[in-house]
């Protein structure tokens, strides 16, 4: 029996096809155009001690918002002034430590041309991102990137498609290329983005998660490891540190280290603390990163972790579930 034939693509589904195709070949396109232009724009952004303002109009509009938000999260100060408003007074703000970069596919849009000469005069740099090397807005700038594509997508090849797609892996591209050129590193990242999961792994420190020194389960070496199974279930850590007269950690105790010993038939009505402890147990400051804590348990095997101030004092503790509840697991 011959096998039931896959149906064909809906309309809409090879249409879709056919746009992730011609956008997919607009970007690839671009990398074969980079050079010197390139490198020009990179340099004359990162010679200036002022912002980059963005520009544009209509979707060119709305992908110049999408750069400058870029530039701003990775380390280039940077805002976004609609083409428009720019002309009735926005760019003001101008200094001459400024560069401006100006989006527009035809490279003609009138209301970017108007804001030119009072770029110039103010005598701040022009970059431009245009699908056009030829058009009015490329032969004024300091610095053109070429974003041009062979077709738009839309099956009118009206509608800008490609040609925004190609605009936008550009100024990717080049935010990119900043990035890495300032030494933006995933911490700098994570200042910009504190409200991100980025963020909370980054800028949380062992004392935002750990349990305070009076809320961790503890005894003293001479306890018997009965007392030491109270302090455990009370405290609700799976364990208890055993810390001398001082408030010093001597080891910890915790309940693997309770099925150990039982399985080594100890009494537990009689033996001491002491006698099945992990002695110097690791810890950590404070001000560790909390990613720090994480990396040491999870290299170690361990569910807890002390932690241990400057003076060598029990100042805390936290276990995996603390991190998981901060979100740093």
Do not use: W
Request: one cysteine or more; hydrophobic letters at 45%.
């Amino acid at each position: 029996m011959d096998p039931t034939p896959e149906p064909a693509d809906s309309r809409a589904v090879a249409l879709a096809r056919n746009v992730l195709r011609i956008e997919a070949q607009a970007v690839a396109a671009l990398a074969d155009r980079l050079g010197a232009e390139f490198e020009h724009a990179v340099d004359i952004i990162l010679r200036r001690r002022g912002r980059v303002i963005v520009t544009g109009i209509g979707k060119s509009g709305h992908i110049a918002r999408k750069l400058a938000a870029t530039l701003a999260s990775t380390g280039t100060p940077a805002y976004f002034v609609h083409a428009a408003e720019a002309a009735h007074g926005d760019l003001g703000m101008i200094t001459p430590e400024d560069v401006v970069i100006a989006l527009s596919n035809s490279g003609t849009s009138e209301e970017v041309l108007t804001i030119v000469p009072l770029v110039k005069r103010q005598g701040a740099r022009l970059i431009s991102i245009t699908g056009r090397p030829e058009s009015p807005l490329a032969r004024e700038s300091d610095a053109h990137l070429e974003a041009a594509v062979a077709e738009e997508a839309c099956p009118l090849n009206l509608a800008p498609t490609a040609s925004t797609t190609a605009a936008l892996a550009l100024g990717d591209a080049l935010a990119v290329a900043l990035l890495d050129a300032r030494g933006f590193a995933a911490d700098d990242f994570a200042r910009s983005h504190p409200g991100g999961a980025l963020g909370r792994r980054l800028l949380t420190h062992v004392g935002d998660v750990m349990r305070a020194a009076d809320a961790v389960p503890r005894v003293r070496p001479d306890a018997l490891l009965s007392s030491a199974l109270l302090a455990m279930t009370a405290g609700g850590m799976g364990m208890t540190a055993i810390v001398d007269e001082h408030g010093r950690p001597q080891g910890i105790f915790t309940d693997g280290d309770l099925r150990r010993a039982l399985e080594k038939g100890c009494d537990v009505r009689s033996a001491r603390v002491t006698e099945v402890m992990t002695r110097n147990p690791r810890s950590i400051g404070p001000q560790a990163l909390a990613v720090e804590a994480a990396e040491i348990m999870e290299r170690m095997r361990i569910s807890q972790l002390l932690v241990v101030d400057a003076a060598g004092q029990l100042a805390g503790a936290l276990t995996t579930h603390d991190l998981m509840r901060a979100k740093v697991i």
